[in-house]
C-alpha cells in the first residue's frame, strides 16, 4: 500500500481538484471515513464539493467505473442518491499518485436516528425502485456476496495470517463453516441482482428534498433481502415488524418472496465474519489502529466467537421471519453494536 494514501497533505488534495478545474479556496474539510479519504471542499463560487480518494488495491478502476455508472444510472430513473460530477477527461474518476480518486456535489441532510412506518414505507419503496435498476444486468466486475466471498474466503486469510488466537480458531471456524453450509443452502434459488450491499442507516441522509442514499463503495451482485435487514436491522420482534412495515411500501415497486426473509440472520453472521476480515486487512493503517485498538486480544475473539453462537441460536430459532406491520412489540431488544450496521463505522 503507498505511504501517500496514509499521509495525503491538503496541497496535494488541492492541487488535484484544481487540476480537474475547480477552483479550491484552499478550505479542505476532512470528513469523518476509514476506508477512503474523504474531504470537503469549498470553491470560490461558494459552494461545496466532496473529494473521494479510494483506497489503493482495494478496488480497480473497473470496479469503480461500474459504481459510478450504477449511480449515474439510478439518477437517471431519479431515484435518490449522490452521482459523481464529470470531470475534465469527460469521466468520472481521475487519479493522483496512483490514488483514484471522485468528486460528488455535497448533500445537507442528517442522518436518522430510528424510522417512524411511514418513513420505512418510502424507504421500502426506494429500495424497491433500486432494486427494479439493479436487475437489469449483473455488474460484470463486482464480488457476489455468497457464503464464500462472505464467510470461507474471509476465515482463510483470518487462518492464513494466524491472526486467530489458536485456542480459538477450531471453535470459530466450525461455526462459520456451519453458518455458511446454511447459507448456502437456503440462498440456491434466490435470485441475485446488483443491490447497495451497505444500506445501512449511516449511508443515508435526509434534506429538504427527502431521502438520499449514499456510499456505493461496495455494492455487489447480491440477494435483495440484504439491502432489506440492514435498513431494519434490529433483532427479534422489532425488527421482524420494522422489515414487514418496510416491505408493505417496498412491495408497492417490486415482488419479494417471503421466503428469503431467512437469510436475514445468516447474513448477518457474515457480516460479523467480513468485518472482522476487513479490520485484520487494514491494521497497517493508522487510522484503523486508533479505531481498534483492541482488534486481535483474546477478549475480543471470544466476543466474536460468542456472537457467532448467538447467530446460530438466531438461525434455529427461525429469527428474520415476518410479522404483521404495525404489530405491537413487548419484549427487550439487545442493543446492537457497529458490526451489526457498519463497515465504515464513525463515532
Not at 433481502?225 to 421482524?240: K, S, Y
Not at 479490520?279 to 486508533?290: K, L
Request: hydrophobic share 40%; charged share 30%.
Amino acid at each position: 500500500m503507498s505511504g501517500s494514501f496514509f499521509s495525503l497533505t491538503t496541497d496535494a488534495i488541492l492541487d488535484a481538484l484544481d487540476a480537474e478545474g475547480f477552483a479550491t479556496t484552499g478550505h479542505c474539510l476532512t470528513l469523518n471515513s476509514l476506508e477512503n479519504r474523504v474531504y470537503d471542499l469549498k470553491l470560490e463560487d461558494g459552494s461545496h464539493i466532496v473529494a473521494k480518494f479510494y483506497r489503493p488495491d482495494r478496488w480497480t478502476y473497473e470496479q469503480i467505473d461500474e459504481e459510478h455508472e450504477f449511480l449515474l444510472e439510478l439518477q437517471a430513473e431519479e431515484i435518490p442518491v449522490c452521482a459523481p460530477l464529470r470531470l475534465s477527461s469527460g469521466h468520472t474518476i481521475a487519479s493522483r499518485d496512483d490514488i483514484f480518486f471522485a468528486v460528488w456535489p455535497r448533500t445537507g441532510g442528517r442522518m436518522p436516528d430510528e424510522f417512524s412506518d411511514a418513513e420505512l414505507m418510502q424507504l421500502g419503496r426506494m429500495i424497491a425502485r433500486l432494486h427494479n435498476v439493479g436487475s437489469r444486468k449483473k455488474a460484470a466486475n463486482r464480488i457476489t456476496m455468497n457464503a464464500s466471498t462472505f464467510g470461507r474466503q474471509p476465515l482463510a486469510y483470518l487462518l492464513e495470517k494466524d491472526i486467530l488466537p489458536k485456542h480459538l480458531a477450531h471453535a470459530y471456524s466450525d461455526l462459520v463453516e456451519e453458518i455458511c453450509d446454511i447459507y448456502d443452502e437456503w440462498a440456491a434459488e434466490v435470485d441475485l441482482i446488483r443491490i447497495h450491499g451497505d444500506a445501512h442507516g449511516g449511508n443515508l441522509l435526509r434534506g429538504d428534498e427527502g431521502w438520499f442514499l449514499l456510499d456505493f463503495d461496495d455494492f455487489v451482485n447480491g440477494p435483495p433481502v440484504q439491502d432489506i435487514w440492514l435498513l431494519a436491522g434490529q433483532m427479534g420482534l422489532e425488527g421482524m415488524r420494522n422489515r414487514a412495515t418496510l416491505l408493505e411500501g417496498y412491495r408497492q415497486f417490486r415482488d419479494f418472496d417471503e421466503s428469503w426473509l431467512r437469510l436475514v440472520e445468516p447474513l448477518r453472521a457474515l457480516r460479523f465474519v467480513h468485518y472482522a476480515s476487513w479490520i485484520a486487512r487494514r491494521m497497517d493503517d493508522p487510522a484503523f489502529q486508533n479505531a481498534f485498538p483492541h482488534f486481535g486480544t483474546d477478549d475480543y475473539w471470544e466476543n466474536e466467537l460468542a456472537d457467532l453462537k448467538d447467530q446460530i441460536r438466531a438461525i434455529q430459532d427461525g429469527s428474520g421471519t415476518a410479522v404483521s406491520p404495525g404489530m405491537e412489540i413487548r419484549e427487550e431488544e439487545a442493543e446492537l453494536g457497529n458490526k451489526d450496521f457498519f463497515w465504515d463505522w464513525e463515532d
